[in-house]
């Protein structure tokens, strides 16, 4: 089993950042890859990053790309998503979710992908 916890969502103006944490705990941290996704109100949940297990390859949904950083700490279990130039379209919440074992990561940007998930944390950013 294993279990996912997100923090470091907000209330933050266009153009600010912010920096999701996502703790992790049970099985081996960095023998499997990580992401990141986002749902709106009303909306399917999204894909915006993900990142292998040793943090050597990622993807970014073209959205995000140049203004979202995935990182991860292996020593801390904790998979970072760093958020810059926000833009109130970006308002959402950010749930982060432990790719299936086997799965490439160039395919890892679909929810069925994903088996385990985090509770979410609140990004709203203001116009």
């Known amino acids: 089993q294993v279990q996912l916890v997100e923090s470091g969502g907000g209330l933050v103006q266009a153009g600010g950042s912010l920096r999701l944490s996502c703790a992790a705990s049970g099985g081996t941290f960095s023998s499997y890859a990580m992401g990141w996704f986002r749902q709106a109100p009303g909306k399917e949940r999204l894909f915006v990053a993900s990142i292998s297990g040793r943090g050597s390859s990622t993807y970014y949904a073209d959205s995000v790309k140049g203004r979202f950083t995935i990182s991860r700490d292996n020593a801390k279990n904790t998979v970072y998503l760093q958020m810059n130039s926000l833009k109130p379209e970006d308002t959402a919440v950010y749930y982060c979710?432990?790719?299936?074992?086997?799965?490439?990561?160039?395919?890892?940007?679909?929810?069925?992908?994903?088996?385990?998930w985090g509770q979410g944390t609140q990004v709203t950013v203001s116009s």
């Open positions: 979710a432990k790719v299936r074992n086997h799965i490439l990561l160039s395919r890892a940007q679909d929810t069925r992908m994903y088996d385990y």
